[in-house]
């Protein structure tokens, strides 16, 4: 017997940004009366792309970031959308208004709106629907009284804190989310001087952030299954549109559970994620951790950001390869190589470098890792400017 089925209707999201984020309240106070779903797209050719119908327990379909992969269309429910948001402003100390940072067609910006119109608050946008720390602070100074969040990744967050105004700005939020990516301890430190950061883990397939500072939200269940990370309860999709291959979602008892990429820890009941499971970079038979290579590297001072990956090489299978982005030049790359080797052993030195003075992103402001991995592929010699 076929599965009941509501209609899709595509939102094409206007470039206004306040337009944007009318459109979209709107359409989600319908997708909540179950009567039809919502896919926010950007364009009339991702709307052609779409089924007419869905699940019926669906609400919105959004895709993944596909910063590692190919994008999939996950199906949110009401009941998930819901148990996110109430968590959520739980967890936050209550309502407040927001101010939208990132795009409203991926999870992390869509759920600030989606956040707003449940709790009956306000969306401030950018001017012009465009990042840059004057636009921030000018957002900011917008903002009515009373209580303020944002959500960024930490790119913007190191955008912020080298601008004198915006990190001014920062100290009117009575919290800034972080996700998206991994947010250096340094980074982390100064920004937790001018506000009240939190650190969110999750992703699409969980509607956004479900674990704040090591701690599950409210009706979110974390365990630690061969290495990886399992995130289970009413906040996990109900699985992807379509045949996107082996699908990470399972149900025990009454508990929905998605079986993430992540590998994890737990750390004083504190669930700590540790890295993808492919970033771990085999070189000639000793497995080195991504990751770490880039904690290494950002605490030599003049660096801001650090993408590690393994690069294909005959000899001997993989060599590690850094994409670094510096807030100065840098005329020898031995504190770099010896900051890793001190920490990590000589396995670990990245042998190829390629210097940037931006990270290439999504645009959902992520890290465009195929970009970066075609970067460091592509470069012959060691010490190379992008």
């Excluded at 106070?29 to 019926?56: H, K, N, R, W």
């Excluded at 993808?276 to 801001?304: C, F, H, M, W």
Aim: with cysteine.
């Amino acid at each position: 017997m076929p599965h009941p089925a509501i209609p899709l209707t595509p939102l094409l999201l206007p470039e206004d940004p306040d337009a944007a984020v009318d459109a979209l309240q709107r359409a989600i106070e319908l997708a909540y009366t179950g009567e039809q779903a919502i896919a926010p797209v950007t364009d009339s050719a991702q709307a052609q792309q779409l089924p007419p119908t869905v699940p019926a327990t669906t609400a919105v379909l959004l895709s993944t970031s596909g910063s590692s992969g190919v994008p999939k269309r996950t199906l949110l429910s009401r009941k998930a959308l819901l148990a996110s948001a109430q968590a959520s402003a739980e967890r936050l100390g209550g309502a407040g208004d927001w101010l939208l940072c990132l795009p409203a067609g991926f999870v992390a910006g869509f759920q600030v709106i989606s956040r707003a119109a449940l709790g009956g608050t306000r969306v401030t946008t950018l001017p012009g629907g465009h990042f840059d720390p004057a636009a921030f602070a000018a957002a900011a100074r917008r903002m009515p009284a009373g209580r303020r969040y944002a959500s960024l990744v930490p790119t913007q967050v190191t955008r912020l804190l080298a601008d004198a105004e915006s990190r001014s700005a920062l100290g009117c939020f009575d919290k800034i989310l972080i996700g998206g990516a991994r947010l250096d301890e340094e980074t982390g430190r100064r920004l937790r001087e001018l506000t009240d950061a939190v650190v969110t883990y999750g992703m699409t397939e969980t509607c956004g952030g479900c674990v704040y500072d090591g701690v599950p939200l409210r009706g979110v269940e974390a365990r630690i299954v061969d290495g990886l990370i399992h995130l289970g309860g009413d906040v996990v999709a109900d699985g992807y549109l379509g045949d996107a291959g082996e699908q990470p979602f399972y149900r025990e008892g009454d508990t929905r559970w998605y079986r993430t990429s992540d590998r994890g820890h737990w750390s004083q009941d504190l669930l700590v994620p540790t890295g993808r499971v492919d970033d771990l970079i085999n070189t000639g038979g000793v497995k080195v951790s991504a990751v770490a290579i880039e904690q290494a590297l950002t605490g030599v001072p003049g660096i801001e950001s650090a993408v590690v990956m393994g690069v294909p090489d005959r000899e001997w299978g993989e060599l590690v390869g850094a994409y670094i982005v510096t807030r100065r030049a840098i005329p020898d790359l031995e504190p770099l190589r010896d900051s890793v080797r001190r920490r990590l052993g000589r396995a670990a030195v990245p042998k190829r470098f390629v210097l940037g003075t931006e990270l290439p992103l999504l645009p959902n402001s992520k890290i465009d890792r195929r970009a970066v991995h075609q970067r460091l592929t592509t470069t012959e010699s060691e010490p190379t400017h992008a």
